[in-house]
Protein backbone atom coordinates (compact mmCIF):
# COMPACT_ATOMS: atom_id res chain seq x y z
CA UNK A 1 0.00 0.00 0.00
CA UNK A 2 1.62 3.40 -1.17
CA UNK A 3 0.07 5.76 1.71
CA UNK A 4 1.86 8.81 -0.39
CA UNK A 5 0.66 7.83 -3.82
CA UNK A 6 -1.08 10.46 -5.99
CA UNK A 7 -4.72 10.64 -7.02
CA UNK A 8 -4.85 10.05 -10.71
CA UNK A 9 -6.03 13.80 -11.70
CA UNK A 10 -9.20 12.86 -13.32
CA UNK A 11 -10.77 12.44 -9.79
CA UNK A 12 -9.26 15.60 -7.63
CA UNK A 13 -10.54 16.12 -4.24
CA UNK A 14 -13.67 17.89 -4.80
CA UNK A 15 -15.63 20.10 -1.83
CA UNK A 16 -19.21 20.10 -0.62
CA UNK A 17 -20.69 22.76 1.25
CA UNK A 18 -22.98 21.13 4.11
CA UNK A 19 -24.12 23.65 7.28
CA UNK A 20 -21.55 25.91 6.70
CA UNK A 21 -18.92 22.95 6.51
CA UNK A 22 -16.82 22.05 3.54
CA UNK A 23 -16.72 18.43 2.56
CA UNK A 24 -14.18 16.95 0.78
CA UNK A 25 -14.91 13.68 -1.24
CA UNK A 26 -13.52 12.01 -5.08
CA UNK A 27 -15.96 11.86 -8.01
CA UNK A 28 -15.14 8.77 -10.26
CA UNK A 29 -17.53 8.75 -13.69
CA UNK A 30 -16.93 6.21 -16.38
CA UNK A 31 -15.84 7.09 -19.54
CA UNK A 32 -18.15 6.50 -22.71
CA UNK A 33 -21.32 6.25 -20.30
CA UNK A 34 -23.74 8.55 -21.11
CA UNK A 35 -26.66 9.50 -19.09
CA UNK A 36 -27.93 9.07 -15.72
CA UNK A 37 -26.04 6.21 -13.92
CA UNK A 38 -25.84 4.13 -10.99
CA UNK A 39 -23.67 5.44 -8.18
CA UNK A 40 -21.71 3.49 -5.58
CA UNK A 41 -20.73 5.00 -2.46
CA UNK A 42 -17.93 4.03 -0.82
CA UNK A 43 -17.62 5.18 3.18
CA UNK A 44 -13.76 4.68 4.37
CA UNK A 45 -13.13 3.77 7.83
CA UNK A 46 -11.62 5.16 11.18
CA UNK A 47 -8.94 7.47 10.97
CA UNK A 48 -8.55 6.96 7.10
CA UNK A 49 -8.45 9.64 4.25
CA UNK A 50 -9.99 9.49 0.75
CA UNK A 51 -6.52 10.22 -0.73
CA UNK A 52 -5.22 6.95 0.89
CA UNK A 53 -8.41 4.67 -0.06
CA UNK A 54 -7.82 6.06 -3.99
CA UNK A 55 -4.58 4.59 -3.96
CA UNK A 56 -5.69 1.53 -2.89
CA UNK A 57 -8.96 0.84 -4.10
CA UNK A 58 -8.55 2.05 -7.89
CA UNK A 59 -11.86 3.51 -8.03
CA UNK A 60 -11.31 4.78 -11.44
CA UNK A 61 -10.55 1.05 -12.71
CA UNK A 62 -14.03 0.16 -11.13
CA UNK A 63 -16.19 2.93 -12.40
CA UNK A 64 -14.63 1.77 -16.40
CA UNK A 65 -15.13 -1.86 -15.24
CA UNK A 66 -18.70 -1.19 -13.98
CA UNK A 67 -19.71 1.96 -16.00
CA UNK A 68 -21.01 3.45 -12.57
CA UNK A 69 -20.17 6.55 -10.84
CA UNK A 70 -18.57 5.84 -7.70
CA UNK A 71 -18.48 8.79 -5.04
CA UNK A 72 -16.24 8.45 -2.00
CA UNK A 73 -16.66 11.03 0.64
CA UNK A 74 -14.70 12.21 3.30
CA UNK A 75 -15.70 11.77 7.35
CA UNK A 76 -14.99 14.93 9.75
CA UNK A 77 -12.23 14.60 12.36
CA UNK A 78 -12.97 14.30 15.81
CA UNK A 79 -10.23 13.77 18.54
CA UNK A 80 -7.75 13.96 15.38
CA UNK A 81 -9.43 10.78 14.26
CA UNK A 82 -11.47 10.67 11.03
CA UNK A 83 -14.75 9.15 11.58
CA UNK A 84 -18.25 8.91 10.88
CA UNK A 85 -20.99 9.55 12.78
CA UNK A 86 -22.46 6.25 13.29
CA UNK A 87 -23.46 5.91 16.67
CA UNK A 88 -20.31 5.74 18.18
CA UNK A 89 -19.11 9.11 18.81
CA UNK A 90 -18.87 12.53 16.58
CA UNK A 91 -22.27 14.91 16.24
CA UNK A 92 -21.62 15.76 12.28
CA UNK A 93 -24.59 15.69 10.27
CA UNK A 94 -23.11 12.93 7.59
CA UNK A 95 -26.42 11.42 6.80
CA UNK A 96 -27.50 14.62 5.87
CA UNK A 97 -24.00 15.37 4.00
CA UNK A 98 -24.21 12.04 1.81
CA UNK A 99 -28.19 12.70 1.03
CA UNK A 100 -27.19 16.38 -0.39
CA UNK A 101 -24.37 14.97 -2.42
CA UNK A 102 -26.85 12.45 -3.46
CA UNK A 103 -29.64 15.08 -4.39
CA UNK A 104 -27.16 17.48 -6.21
CA UNK A 105 -24.91 15.21 -8.21
CA UNK A 106 -29.02 13.78 -9.31
CA UNK A 107 -29.92 17.21 -10.30
CA UNK A 108 -26.82 17.13 -12.67
CA UNK A 109 -28.49 14.61 -14.34
CA UNK A 110 -25.46 11.93 -13.79
CA UNK A 111 -26.80 9.99 -11.47
CA UNK A 112 -29.95 7.72 -11.35
CA UNK A 113 -31.87 8.40 -8.59
CA UNK A 114 -33.18 4.79 -8.52
CA UNK A 115 -29.80 2.94 -8.48
CA UNK A 116 -28.32 4.70 -5.39
CA UNK A 117 -25.61 1.73 -3.56
CA UNK A 118 -23.69 2.27 -0.14
CA UNK A 119 -20.84 0.05 0.95
CA UNK A 120 -18.57 1.03 3.28
CA UNK A 121 -15.48 -0.82 5.54
CA UNK A 122 -14.85 -0.70 9.31
CA UNK A 123 -16.45 2.20 10.67
CA UNK A 124 -17.71 2.97 7.32
CA UNK A 125 -19.31 -0.17 7.51
CA UNK A 126 -20.97 0.91 10.26
CA UNK A 127 -22.50 3.74 8.74
CA UNK A 128 -23.54 1.86 5.94
CA UNK A 129 -25.63 0.29 8.12
CA UNK A 130 -27.22 3.68 9.65
CA UNK A 131 -27.85 4.64 6.11
CA UNK A 132 -29.43 1.41 5.41
CA UNK A 133 -31.92 1.86 8.82
CA UNK A 134 -32.54 5.55 8.11
CA UNK A 135 -32.78 6.29 4.41
CA UNK A 136 -33.45 2.77 3.07
CA UNK A 137 -36.14 4.52 0.83
CA UNK A 138 -33.65 6.00 -1.08
CA UNK A 139 -31.04 3.46 -1.21
CA UNK A 140 -31.15 0.33 -3.49
CA UNK A 141 -29.14 -1.72 -1.60
CA UNK A 142 -26.18 -2.07 0.59
CA UNK A 143 -23.13 -3.66 1.51
CA UNK A 144 -21.51 -3.31 5.18
CA UNK A 145 -17.88 -5.23 5.15
CA UNK A 146 -16.28 -5.32 8.47
CA UNK A 147 -18.93 -2.87 10.13
CA UNK A 148 -21.71 -3.71 12.38
CA UNK A 149 -24.80 -1.98 13.67
CA UNK A 150 -23.95 0.16 16.37
CA UNK A 151 -26.42 -0.24 19.87
CA UNK A 152 -27.56 3.16 19.43
CA UNK A 153 -29.25 1.85 16.28
CA UNK A 154 -29.71 -2.00 17.38
CA UNK A 155 -33.88 -1.10 18.35
CA UNK A 156 -34.43 1.51 15.29
CA UNK A 157 -37.03 0.50 12.98
CA UNK A 158 -35.62 0.45 9.12
CA UNK A 159 -37.77 3.11 7.17
CA UNK A 160 -38.52 0.45 4.44
CA UNK A 161 -37.04 -2.88 4.30
CA UNK A 162 -33.67 -2.41 2.06
CA UNK A 163 -31.40 -5.35 0.17
CA UNK A 164 -28.45 -6.12 2.36
CA UNK A 165 -25.28 -7.90 1.92
CA UNK A 166 -23.09 -7.71 5.08
CA UNK A 167 -19.12 -9.26 4.62
CA UNK A 168 -17.49 -10.05 7.91
CA UNK A 169 -14.32 -12.25 8.99
CA UNK A 170 -14.45 -14.71 11.59
CA UNK A 171 -11.05 -13.31 13.02
CA UNK A 172 -11.71 -9.91 12.68
CA UNK A 173 -10.36 -8.35 16.00
CA UNK A 174 -10.39 -4.75 15.12
CA UNK A 175 -14.33 -5.00 14.97
CA UNK A 176 -14.86 -8.54 16.13
CA UNK A 177 -17.79 -11.26 15.06
CA UNK A 178 -19.50 -11.07 18.73
CA UNK A 179 -19.32 -7.35 18.59
CA UNK A 180 -15.82 -6.65 20.85
CA UNK A 181 -12.88 -5.16 20.03
CA UNK A 182 -9.41 -5.64 20.98
CA UNK A 183 -8.58 -2.08 20.69
CA UNK A 184 -11.99 -0.39 21.74
CA UNK A 185 -13.92 -2.97 23.85
CA UNK A 186 -17.93 -3.46 22.75
CA UNK A 187 -19.09 -1.58 20.11
CA UNK A 188 -21.52 -3.06 18.22
CA UNK A 189 -24.09 -6.19 18.48
CA UNK A 190 -22.53 -9.38 16.88
CA UNK A 191 -22.95 -10.58 13.22
CA UNK A 192 -25.67 -12.52 14.39
CA UNK A 193 -27.75 -10.61 15.70
CA UNK A 194 -27.26 -7.81 12.47
CA UNK A 195 -28.05 -11.14 10.67
CA UNK A 196 -31.58 -11.18 13.14
CA UNK A 197 -32.02 -7.17 12.59
CA UNK A 198 -31.78 -7.69 9.06
CA UNK A 199 -33.88 -10.82 7.93
CA UNK A 200 -36.41 -10.02 10.41
CA UNK A 201 -37.24 -6.36 9.18
CA UNK A 202 -36.27 -7.54 5.66
CA UNK A 203 -39.43 -9.96 6.23
CA UNK A 204 -36.82 -13.03 4.86
CA UNK A 205 -37.41 -16.85 5.35
CA UNK A 206 -35.42 -18.45 8.52
CA UNK A 207 -33.98 -21.00 6.60
CA UNK A 208 -31.19 -19.78 4.29
CA UNK A 209 -29.80 -21.14 0.96
CA UNK A 210 -25.91 -21.89 2.14
CA UNK A 211 -23.12 -21.89 -0.37
CA UNK A 212 -19.52 -22.38 -0.09
CA UNK A 213 -17.59 -20.66 -2.80
CA UNK A 214 -14.62 -22.77 -4.82
CA UNK A 215 -11.58 -22.02 -3.05
CA UNK A 216 -9.35 -21.97 -5.67
CA UNK A 217 -6.56 -20.17 -4.51
CA UNK A 218 -4.16 -21.15 -1.49
CA UNK A 219 -4.99 -17.77 0.44
CA UNK A 220 -6.31 -19.69 3.71
CA UNK A 221 -9.32 -18.63 3.76
CA UNK A 222 -12.49 -20.00 2.89
CA UNK A 223 -15.84 -17.79 1.66
CA UNK A 224 -19.31 -19.11 2.92
CA UNK A 225 -22.20 -17.22 1.63
CA UNK A 226 -26.14 -17.52 3.27
CA UNK A 227 -29.06 -15.92 1.41
CA UNK A 228 -32.09 -15.28 2.99
CA UNK A 229 -34.88 -14.86 0.51
CA UNK A 230 -37.55 -12.26 1.59
CA UNK A 231 -39.57 -9.18 0.95
CA UNK A 232 -35.71 -7.88 0.51
CA UNK A 233 -32.91 -9.95 0.18
CA UNK A 234 -30.37 -10.73 2.94
CA UNK A 235 -27.00 -12.42 2.47
CA UNK A 236 -24.07 -13.08 4.92
CA UNK A 237 -20.90 -13.83 3.30
CA UNK A 238 -18.77 -15.13 6.02
CA UNK A 239 -15.03 -15.74 5.38
CA UNK A 240 -13.28 -18.36 7.44
CA UNK A 241 -9.85 -16.81 8.97
CA UNK A 242 -10.78 -13.29 7.54
CA UNK A 243 -9.42 -10.44 9.24
CA UNK A 244 -10.00 -7.24 9.39
CA UNK A 245 -9.25 -6.63 6.05
CA UNK A 246 -11.39 -5.56 2.30
CA UNK A 247 -9.61 -8.08 0.12
CA UNK A 248 -9.20 -7.34 -3.15
CA UNK A 249 -6.86 -9.22 -5.74
CA UNK A 250 -8.54 -12.19 -7.76
CA UNK A 251 -4.85 -13.61 -7.89
CA UNK A 252 -4.32 -13.77 -4.21
CA UNK A 253 -7.64 -14.34 -2.66
CA UNK A 254 -10.53 -16.64 -4.04
CA UNK A 255 -13.03 -13.32 -4.94
CA UNK A 256 -12.58 -9.76 -4.92
CA UNK A 257 -14.86 -7.47 -2.20
CA UNK A 258 -16.04 -5.49 -4.74
CA UNK A 259 -16.71 -7.69 -7.42
CA UNK A 260 -19.19 -9.92 -4.90
CA UNK A 261 -20.51 -6.40 -4.10
CA UNK A 262 -21.16 -5.34 -7.33
CA UNK A 263 -22.81 -8.64 -8.27
CA UNK A 264 -25.14 -8.46 -5.42
CA UNK A 265 -26.07 -5.24 -6.03
CA UNK A 266 -26.82 -5.46 -9.57
CA UNK A 267 -28.87 -9.08 -9.33
CA UNK A 268 -30.77 -9.52 -12.33
CA UNK A 269 -31.13 -5.57 -13.32
CA UNK A 270 -34.64 -5.91 -13.65
CA UNK A 271 -35.57 -3.29 -11.70
CA UNK A 272 -32.49 -0.86 -11.72
CA UNK A 273 -33.15 -0.14 -15.46
CA UNK A 274 -29.49 -1.36 -16.25
CA UNK A 275 -27.71 -4.37 -17.91
CA UNK A 276 -27.58 -7.13 -15.75
CA UNK A 277 -24.10 -8.62 -14.91
CA UNK A 278 -22.81 -6.03 -17.59
CA UNK A 279 -18.52 -7.31 -17.99
CA UNK A 280 -17.04 -4.67 -20.51
CA UNK A 281 -13.57 -6.38 -20.47
CA UNK A 282 -15.42 -9.52 -21.63
CA UNK A 283 -18.20 -7.87 -23.36
CA UNK A 284 -20.54 -10.85 -21.86
CA UNK A 285 -24.19 -10.27 -20.41
CA UNK A 286 -25.38 -13.22 -18.12
CA UNK A 287 -28.77 -12.80 -16.56
CA UNK A 288 -31.23 -13.54 -14.36
CA UNK A 289 -28.80 -13.76 -11.01
CA UNK A 290 -30.47 -15.36 -8.97
CA UNK A 291 -31.58 -18.12 -11.66
CA UNK A 292 -34.60 -20.27 -11.30
CA UNK A 293 -32.63 -22.78 -13.55
CA UNK A 294 -32.53 -21.13 -17.09
CA UNK A 295 -29.34 -18.45 -17.70
CA UNK A 296 -29.33 -16.35 -21.27
CA UNK A 297 -25.66 -15.22 -22.48
CA UNK A 298 -25.07 -12.19 -24.61
CA UNK A 299 -21.98 -11.96 -26.01
CA UNK A 300 -20.29 -9.65 -28.75
CA UNK A 301 -17.92 -12.15 -29.87
CA UNK A 302 -17.14 -15.82 -29.92
CA UNK A 303 -16.63 -17.10 -26.35
CA UNK A 304 -16.15 -20.53 -24.62
CA UNK A 305 -17.72 -20.82 -21.02
CA UNK A 306 -16.98 -23.38 -18.66
CA UNK A 307 -19.53 -23.92 -15.69
CA UNK A 308 -18.46 -25.15 -12.12
CA UNK A 309 -20.14 -26.03 -9.14
CA UNK A 310 -19.02 -24.40 -5.15
CA UNK A 311 -16.80 -27.38 -5.08
CA UNK A 312 -14.68 -26.38 -8.30
CA UNK A 313 -15.34 -29.52 -9.86
CA UNK A 314 -16.50 -28.96 -14.32
CA UNK A 315 -20.02 -29.45 -14.95
CA UNK A 316 -19.83 -28.19 -18.44
CA UNK A 317 -17.75 -26.60 -21.04
CA UNK A 318 -19.17 -25.24 -24.25
CA UNK A 319 -18.81 -22.88 -27.12
CA UNK A 320 -20.69 -19.87 -27.93
CA UNK A 321 -21.13 -17.76 -30.73
CA UNK A 322 -21.35 -14.15 -31.27
CA UNK A 323 -25.45 -13.08 -29.87
CA UNK A 324 -27.48 -14.69 -27.33
CA UNK A 325 -27.72 -18.16 -26.30
CA UNK A 326 -29.53 -19.89 -23.00
CA UNK A 327 -28.13 -22.59 -20.57
CA UNK A 328 -30.37 -24.94 -18.70
CA UNK A 329 -29.45 -25.42 -15.49
CA UNK A 330 -32.48 -27.36 -14.28
CA UNK A 331 -31.12 -30.28 -13.42
CA UNK A 332 -28.12 -29.29 -11.35
CA UNK A 333 -28.82 -28.82 -7.84
CA UNK A 334 -29.64 -25.50 -5.93
CA UNK A 335 -26.93 -23.68 -5.19
CA UNK A 336 -23.76 -21.64 -5.92
CA UNK A 337 -22.26 -21.76 -9.44
CA UNK A 338 -19.46 -19.93 -10.84
CA UNK A 339 -19.16 -19.33 -14.83
CA UNK A 340 -15.26 -18.67 -15.96
CA UNK A 341 -14.76 -17.30 -19.63
CA UNK A 342 -12.27 -17.45 -22.41
CA UNK A 343 -10.25 -14.29 -21.01
CA UNK A 344 -10.73 -15.58 -17.25
CA UNK A 345 -13.57 -13.62 -16.05
CA UNK A 346 -15.70 -15.04 -13.18
CA UNK A 347 -19.40 -14.68 -13.23
CA UNK A 348 -20.93 -15.79 -10.09
CA UNK A 349 -23.78 -17.16 -10.12
CA UNK A 350 -26.81 -18.49 -7.55
CA UNK A 351 -29.30 -21.61 -8.90
CA UNK A 352 -32.35 -21.26 -6.51
CA UNK A 353 -34.75 -23.70 -8.03
CA UNK A 354 -36.27 -25.85 -9.37
CA UNK A 355 -33.53 -27.96 -8.92
CA UNK A 356 -32.95 -30.78 -7.00
Request: a negative charge.
Given at each position: ?????????QA????????N???????????G??????????L??L??????????????????????????????????Y???????????????FL??L?????E?G???????????????????????????????????????????????????????????????N???W?????????I???????V???????????T?????????????????????????????????G?????????A??D????????????G?????????????A???????????G????R???????????????????????????????????????????N??????????????
Open positions: MMIGAVVPSQPRTFTWQTQRQYLLYEPSRAGALPVMYFHGGDNITRCASEMHFDNLANRYGWVIVVPQATSVSGSMWNAGLGGNADDAGLALDTLVNRVNPDSVFFTGFSMGGFMTHRMAIEHGDRITACAPVSGLIAFAYAGAVPVEPVRMLHIHGTTDVVGNGGSSYFGTGISVDSVSYWTGWNHCETPVVDTLPDRVNDGLRFIRYTYSGEAEFQLLKVIGTHNWYLNPTHIDYFDEIHDFFLDGSTLGIAPLEYASQINIWPNPTNILYVTAEPVRLTLYDSMGRTIMQSNYAAGTARIDMRHLPKGLYVIVDNGTSHKILHSGPGK
